[in-house]
């Protein structure tokens, strides 16, 4: 296997690439534009056989591949941010229909006021839309969960779209040694796309039917009980891909140094590789620091947290999104872990990195700090002093 | 996992859109969909926007649909249809299925206006067919951009300071033939023969092609559902409905209107959506108006 120097966007395409989609369909939007860009040009060379649809919106985008799952293809796109916002109604009408599509999310800020760069707002937007959404550490990850991606939504008890969230610039744009996929490994890691059920005249179905009061609650009951099931799948496809590859990036949580640790801090995407510097920093000078990495949020994989969190004495959980008018998102799903169990930790949450604001060694050193202060839900961390005013 | 899709009863029908639809009495869009889908023939797949057609055929756990059908959105139609077009190109299915895609005049010309100029800029070998009939009936007769000047819908209704719609229908067909399509016509229930063999025509094309079907409603044109035909009848003869085929960007064929010519108010007094004009004496110059529109029709698609 061989490592190569490559842009976070070009390995996710190339590995798009290899999972042999029928069908990509994209608009672009600042930074998931490498992506796409890059998977035009390997159509556009023939290295992917696939048909690339060049639309006018990402809402057009997102229901051509719609239209294409439903017909029986692969299918792929890509977006971000205010991309991301305009799908939402395709997305939410994607996991209805229970068809397999895979997508990237490319966390970015959304607006007003606009701002291109990186947090996680877009994507948490959409945790109630019946898709499954993992959340890459880093470019090796991102690279080969997009792999994983196909066959988790594909299994035929799953039948649900899959998102894969990477932080935008700081995964998508830096260069970083990846070990990319031959077409030959995804060949044997995922077999080909064959649904069901799908647009044929060969078996006239009617997709997209008007249900009532009488049926719709079981559509959500359905996909809740899938959502569920799928926690064992997506363990299952790591632990294949684990087998095959040789490299485990977490199934649906991961965790560094939290067996014996007091404090663990819990995020999603890439800060988690800040975090872990910062906890060989601590250790080294006797503290017992670990951190949690969620890398499926929906599901929320409540008992394996539980499971790797149950001995701790204080959670910090960093995040990159708000509710506005509560507080934190995360940080209440990690508080929820705990409801009815015999010991509950002391859970703070932090806001942070909003924006594309800065996450420095020194931001997580503060979060550190307050943790050891009264618990709160909402603490922004790394504000500018001078804007706010002391406000 | 089969809790999305539904088939239609088969022993029940004879035609591919079959009966015991909650379509009301007289329903123009019914009727014209009947009529695409049997010139079509069985190997299509459809899709359809949001709206009456969608809602009247596809309660579940029943459908109407004898052939491949998705609904997805009430905007994206074309969007979809254009992804079921690629897909099938992509698994080398392409000669299993023509793709027809459907939408009511709102799902059309207003908020589908965009996905559908995509698809047909890009080229997609879809026949796109918008059942007009001049308003959001669904959500309960609403205006859309294609509903006629002066005509009274619930958000448009008449007043002391309105006539009704004070806007013009939109010029939907040559919004679609600018797109340099090959194939673009418009047709009415009145017709039926005359819609088949349009269907026929727009699939033995390649590349994108539009169709616009003028499908009464009884329900929001406040007309009498025996009436459907009469009235769509009279839409044409008047030249208020034009009927022409577009093709590579010249008008090819027209229907003439009726000589000596029919005054508007054979059309407009049959309808409850106009009875407001016909209340004053100022609703005369109202009249008035609508009949320029006719004869602008008349001059435009040379219809005399
Ligand atoms: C995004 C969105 N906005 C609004 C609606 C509500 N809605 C559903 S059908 C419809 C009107 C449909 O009108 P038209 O396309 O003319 O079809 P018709 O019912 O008249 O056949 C509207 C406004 C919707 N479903 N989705
Ligand atoms: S409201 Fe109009 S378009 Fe809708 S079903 Fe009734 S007659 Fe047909
Ligand atoms: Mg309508």
């Not at chain 2, 998705?70 to 079921?84: D, K, Q, R, T």
């Not at chain 2, 099938?88 to 005049?105: S, W, Y």
């Amino acid at each position: 296997m061989s490592t190569t120097f490559i842009e976070g966007s070009i390995a996710v395409a190339k590995t798009v690439g290899v999972c042999r989609p029928h069908v990509i369909s994209a608009y672009p939007i600042t930074p998931q534009t490498h992506i796409v860009e890059h998977l035009s040009e390997l159509v556009a060379d023939g290295e992917v056989k696939a048909e690339y649809v060049n639309v006018e919106s990402e809402h057009s985008a997102a229901s051509v591949v719609l239209g294409s799952s439903a017909t029986g293809a692969r299918t792929y796109t890509a977006t971000t941010s205010q991309g991301f916002l305009l799908m939402i109604e395709v997305l939410f009408n994607i996991a209805g229909m229970r068809l397999p599509v895979v997508m990237t999310c490319v966390n970015r800020a959304v607006s007003a006021p606009i701002n291109i760069w990186n947090d996680q707002q877009d994507s948490m937007t959409a945790r109630d839309s019946g898709w499954i959404q993992l959340y890459a550490e880093d470019n090796q990850e991102a690279s080969d969960m997009h792999l994983q991606a196909f066959k988790i939504a594909e299994n035929k008890d799953i039948m649900l779209p899959v998102m894969i969230c990477m932080d935008g610039f700081v995964l998508t744009h830096s260069f970083d040694p990846v070990e990319l996929i031959s077409q030959e490994q995804a060949d044997k890691f995922l077999p080909p796309f064959k649904p069901e059920y799908y647009l044929t005249p060969k078996n006239p179905l009617t997709f997209g039917a008007m249900v009532g009061p009488d049926g719709y609650m079981e559509t959500r009951y359905f996909i809740e009980k899938t959502m569920h099931a799928s926690l064992q799948v997506i363990s299952n496809v790591a632990t294949d891909f684990h087998n095959q590859f040789g490299r485990f990036q977490g199934g649906l949580i991961d965790t560094y140094k939290v067996e014996d640790a007091s404090l663990v801090l819990v995020a999603m995407g890439s800060i988690i590789g800040t975090i872990k510097d910062i906890v060989d920093e601590l250790r080294a000078k006797g503290q017992k620091v670990g951190v949690l990495k969620v890398r499926s949020y929906r599901p929320f994989p409540k008992d394996e947290i539980y499971k790797a969190l149950s001995h701790v004495k204080e959670i910090a959980v960093v995040e990159k999104a708000v509710s506005l008018g509560y507080g934190g998102i995360l940080v209440n799903e990690i508080k929820s872990v705990f409801y009815g169990k015999p010991k509950t930790p002391k859970i703070n949450g932090f806001i942070l990195g909003l924006g594309g604001r800065d996450i420095t060694a020194d931001t997580i050193h503060q979060v550190i700090k307050e943790t050891a202060k009264a618990a709160s839900e909402e603490k922004f961390v790394g504000l500018n002093e001078a804007l706010i005013g002391g406000k | 996992m089969s809790t999305t899709t539904l088939t239609a009863p088969k022993e029940q029908s004879c035609t591919l859109l079959a009966p015991g639809h909650t379509a009301c009495t007289g329903c123009g869009e019914a009727l014209a969909a009947k009529l695409v889908l049997g010139a079509a023939g069985t190997n299509i797949i459809v899709t359809d926007a949001t709206g009456c057609l969608e809602v009247f055929t596809t309660k579940f756990p029943q459908s109407s649909w004898e052939v491949p059908f998705i609904h997805s959105l009430f905007e994206n139609s074309a969007a979809v249809a254009a992804g079921v077009e690629v897909a099938l190109k992509a698994l080398g299915r392409q000669n299993e299925a023509k793709v027809i895609a459907q939408g009511g005049d709102g799902g059309t010309a207003d908020i589908g206006l965009q996905a559908l100029s995509g698809m047909l800029e890009r080229g997609h070998d879809i026949l796109y067919v918008c059942y007009d009939n001049e308003a959001y009936m669904n959500t309960g007769v609403q205006r859309s951009g294609l509903t006629p000047f002066d005509c009274m819908t619930t958000t448009s209704p008449c007043g002391e300071l309105s006539w009704g719609n004070k806007h013009n229908k939109k010029d939907m067909p040559s919004i679609a033939a600018a797109h340099g399509i090959p194939y673009v016509a418009t047709a009415s229930v009145a017709f039926p023969k005359d819609i088949e063999n349009k269907v026929k025509k727009a699939l033995s094309i390649t590349g994108p092609k539009y169709m616009q079907i003028h499908s009464p409603c009884p329900l929001g044109w406040r007309s009498k559902p025996q009436l459907t035909i009469q009235v769509a009848k009279l839409a044409v003869q008047t030249g208020l409905y034009p009927i022409f085929e577009i093709e590579n960007g010249k008008v090819t064929k027209v229907r003439k209107v009726t000589t000596p010519k029919t005054p508007v108010e054979e059309y407009l007094k049959i309808q409850g959506r106009f009875a407001h004009l016909f209340k004053s004496p100022k609703g005369k110059e109202e009249i008035q108006k609508i009949q320029e529109i006719a004869d602008r029709n008349i001059e435009k698609y040379g219809l005399a």
